[in-house]
């Protein structure tokens, strides 16, 4: 079976605080994809990073990176420097061969809250 | 470019009643897809389809019925409305990848109220 965990249902912070959002994902196939969204107040869906399982290298875009881990099968996501423009839910996302590819499974997904 | 559209933006039925919700895609994308979301689920999938022509069950599918005549179009239809519909339906697409995941693009959203 697979799936996603988002353990953390909120986050509050204030601007300018660095914030790490956790995913940790669950699949026997060896050969798998895990994506970041973020869907702002106004509701769309942005898709935000596309990582395959083999490639572990730690992204950074801007202010975003994120850290793959497949020792401890995490893909988290960190903001530095947040800004209010940063509040959104953000949901991490999982495709595997054995699920059918092309067959996102969804993590409850994480609200960050950035304060003024 | 506008991507992936959704019409209606907003929609309240009466319990019983039927509704169609239509998704285009402008990027001649092959896959197309229909997910629900509700509060602290996360979205899941209730139909999908792999080409023009061909659709198939995913997660959810119960009381919903999916058709894809165009490869541009994806339609969810909703033949009883019920209470436990009321959710957010995403619509999204992607590029054909047999071997692989590519990357699925979504649509606004459709909010859903059943009475």
């Known amino acids: 079976a697979q799936k996603v965990t988002q353990a953390q249902t909120e986050i509050s912070v204030v601007e300018k605080e660095d914030v790490t959002l956790d995913c940790v994902y669950e699949?026997?196939?060896?050969?798998?994809?895990l994506f970041w969204y973020k869907q702002p107040p106004s509701g769309e869906l942005v898709f935000l990073i596309r990582r395959n399982s083999f490639d572990e290298q730690n992204e950074i875009s801007g202010r975003y990176s994120w850290n793959f881990q497949k020792s401890t099968s995490s893909f988290n996501f960190t903001i530095t420097a947040s800004q209010v423009v940063d509040s959104a839910v953000y949901f991490c996302?999982?495709?595997?061969?054995?699920?059918?590819?092309?067959?996102?499974?969804f993590g409850a997904g994480t609200r960050l809250a950035v304060h003024p | 470019n506008a991507g992936v559209t959704q019409t209606p933006k907003f929609r309240v039925l009466k319990t019983g009643q039927s509704m169609t919700l239509l998704c285009a895609q402008d990027m001649n994308h092959e896959y197309m897809y229909w997910y629900r979301q509700d509060p602290g689920m996360g979205l899941r999938l209730i139909h999908y389809?792999?080409?023009?022509?061909?659709?198939a069950k995913g997660e959810v599918p119960d009381g919903y019925n999916v058709s894809r005549l165009k490869k541009q179009n994806f339609l969810l239809g909703l033949e009883s409305a019920a209470p436990s519909q009321t959710s957010v339906y995403f619509c999204?697409?992607?590029?054909?990848?047999?071997?692989?995941?590519?990357?699925?693009?979504f649509g606004p959203g459709t909010r859903l109220t059943v009475l």
């Open positions: 999204a697409s992607s590029r054909l990848e047999r071997t692989s995941t590519d990357t699925q693009y």
């Open positions: 699949t026997r196939d060896t050969t798998y994809y």
């Open positions: 389809s792999v080409g023009e022509g061909t659709t």
């Open positions: 996302a999982l495709s595997a061969l054995s699920g059918g590819y092309n067959k996102l499974i």
